[in-house]
């Protein structure tokens, strides 16, 4: 039996193949040159058919920038507006406004702004009013139940801590009378 083990184990070794001693290690490697640099090849082969062309984004982005720009250029303009209206010295003219018998005479009683449709009933309030800069120039259109007309009030301050002095305060009614309303009339 032992025989028969010795030759089973000389047989084992003999066919035994190890990764340290293959043939491909005993072959010298195949030496290659190249005549030119390597060009880059696709991995893979490119359908028949071209890609379908892109599609251009600018007119879509000119035009959400466009929206965006306008409406907040809307805002900005119906909130300044808004402040301008509800402002101390509005409600002063408008009391001044009121209680003139000549202004009551030409447009009627209940003098009050006029609105318009695009402003949702609110008045459009022209001009500015920087208080803190001592300047305030105001127009607006006013109706009563007779007539309507455009109301013009400037007033400036010459020095920090004075009052304000009113330059101009008058109404054009629309049928050309102009009313100039007293400037020592206006609340100070």
């Not at 028969?4 to 491909?24: D, F, G, M, P, V």
């Not at 120039?137 to 013009?152: A, E, I, P």
């Amino acid at each position: 039996m032992s025989l028969r083990l010795a030759s089973l184990r000389t047989r084992l070794l003999s066919t035994r193949s190890y990764a340290t001693t293959t043939e491909q290690q005993k072959q010298d490697p195949q030496v290659v040159t190249f005549s030119a640099p390597a060009k880059p090849r696709p991995y893979y082969a490119r359908p028949g058919r071209d890609l379908p062309p892109l599609q251009r984004k600018w007119p879509t982005l000119l035009a959400i920038m466009l929206l965006g720009t306008s409406s907040w250029a809307a805002f900005y303009f119906f909130a300044a507006n808004q402040e301008r209206f509800s402002s101390s010295v509005m409600r002063q003219v408008m009391a001044t406004i009121r209680d003139n018998p000549e202004l009551q005479h030409a447009l009627g009683d209940a003098i009050r702004p006029e609105p318009v449709w695009w402003l949702n009933g609110d008045p459009l309030v022209k001009g500015g009013i920087h208080l803190l800069q001592g300047h305030v120039d105001l127009s607006f259109r006013v109706k009563g139940h007779k007539g309507s007309g455009t109301l013009y009030f400037t007033s400036i301050r010459k020095q920090k801590g004075q009052h304000f002095q009113p330059l101009r305060f008058r109404v054009i009614c629309d049928d050309g009378n102009v009313i100039d309303i007293p400037l020592r009339s206006m609340p100070a």
